[in-house]
């Protein structure tokens, strides 16, 4: 088998006590002796895919250095100066953990921006194709990874199989919902289940770590209205940031107080969840990773008095964006269709639908970012793809 051209070295030198690899595609990598010895992975290190190390920074001296090195086909081997510990490093791993400004950016996953006429490129997934083949299944979440959502279709059309859809994504984060029927009730405690429509949010922002991917199942719709619509919240912030960058940058930076306070019954403590966390968040690249946006649930606010007028200047600017009828698509769901979406970068709503008997009846639940990530990555595994891990948005956790 021919050996990617990016992963032979060419030449491999000590210079100032660094390794530097100059690779046959042309590019060149520059190692710090400290980050090799950390990474060190044989026997008596440990990895850190497992977290069984035996390595300790502290016990790493700060002049260490490589006192001989050698190049095999596919492997680097170094011979430190404090003990003379041989560490051998694949080709492969050291060019797909290069930290140049150009391998990191190349590892980085950039999200594709959509408005409603851009998101008709996003087809649905047959959800028993993607149940039965991993590659389909990968497609489906990989789709979710670059646009935020993917609707599914040919979905179970009973409340008794609703963790089927959930188990294609990863397992089921518990929260005092749990997997959750959307309707018609006598007490609405949840404003999914009134019959008005819906601007586009986020759920569950009042949780100091927020709901990930969101699971929704339509096992009976109404026929008369509800309608789900999507929009991607990245874009919207985009365009805050292009035409008002001052106020992008407050809503960046400034905590806002969320609550959400549930009753459940006379035998049940209540809940009462309170999070303060700006809207938007920003990586260490300074692009945007995650948000989350309910006006609904903002509480009082507890900023500086000479802020407040500022800051509602931004969230005005920022919801008028976010309402716009420009940047929405709409989706009338049928029975046994359904959508996967980030629910910390797409937000959702509804059409106004008829009140009636039998009454509409959507499943939502969630899962967790980390979840998600981790079953592309490990499907990505299975299927022999080839190249660096890439770097996914953190989302919303601080």
């Known amino acids: 088998m021919t ?14 006590c660094h390794l530097h690899i100059s690779w046959v595609d042309g590019h060149s ?4 002796p400290m980050w090799l010895r950390h990474q060190c992975e044989c026997d008596d290190c440990g990895s850190s895919l497992d977290g069984v190390r035996g390595i300790r920074i502290h016990h790493i001296p700060e002049d260490i250095h490589p006192i001989e090195t ?3 086909d596919e492997t680097v081997s170094i011979v430190w100066n404090n003990d003379r510990h041989t560490s051998d490093y694949c080709t492969r791993w050291l060019r797909d953990n290069c930290y140049s400004d150009r391998e990191r950016a190349a590892r980085k996953h950039l999200p594709s921006l959509w408005d409603r006429i851009s998101a008709e490129r996003v087809d649905p997934v047959d959800f028993v194709a993607a149940e039965s083949d991993q590659s389909v299944r990968l497609k489906c979440l990989e789709t979710v990874a670059d646009y935020g959502f993917c609707p599914l279709i040919n979905m179970p059309k009973d409340l008794s199989e609703s963790h089927r859809p959930i188990a294609l994504v990863g397992d089921q984060r518990t929260t005092h919902y749990g997997t959750y029927t959307l309707g018609k009730k006598r007490k609405v405690r949840n404003v999914g289940d009134v019959t008005g429509p819906l601007d586009p949010h986020s759920d569950e922002t009042y949780r100091m770590s927020t709901i990930g991917i969101t ?10 209205g509800g309608a789900s619509t999507l929009m991607d919240g990245f874009e919207a912030v ?10 992008y940058e407050l809503l960046c930076r400034t905590p806002v107080t969320t609550q959400r306070f549930d009753d459940f019954s006379d035998d049940a403590l209540p809940k009462w969840y309170v999070s303060r966390q700006p809207w938007i968040k920003v990586d260490e690249d300074n692009d945007v990773c995650g948000v989350r946006i309910n006006e609904r649930q903002i509480a009082p606010l507890d900023m500086p008095g000479d802020s407040i007028e500022s800051f509602y200047a931004a969230l005005r600017r920022l919801m008028q964006i976010v309402y716009d009828p420009e940047l929405r698509i709409t989706f ?21 639908y008829k009140a009636e008997q039998p009454g509409r009846s959507v499943l939502t639940s969630s899962v967790d970012l980390e979840e998600f990530y981790s079953t592309i990555r490990v499907l990505k595994l299975q299927q022999g793809h080839t190249g660096p891990a890439l770097r996914y948005a953190q989302g919303m956790v601080f």
Request: net charge positive; aromatic share 8%; charged share 25%.
């Open 332 to 352: 009338p769901l049928q029975a046994g269709e359904g959508l996967l979406f980030n629910n910390q970068r797409v937000l959702h709503g509804r059409t106004a």
């Open 215 to 224: 699971v929704f199942q339509v096992l009976r719709p109404s026929s008369d």
């Open 29 to 32: 990598s520059r190692y710090h």
């Open 70 to 72: 050698v190049v095999n």
């Open 238 to 247: 985009r365009r805050l940031r292009e035409s008002f960058p001052d106020d």
């Open 3 to 16: 050996i990617d051209a990016r992963y032979l070295v060419k030449t491999a030198r000590v210079v100032d």
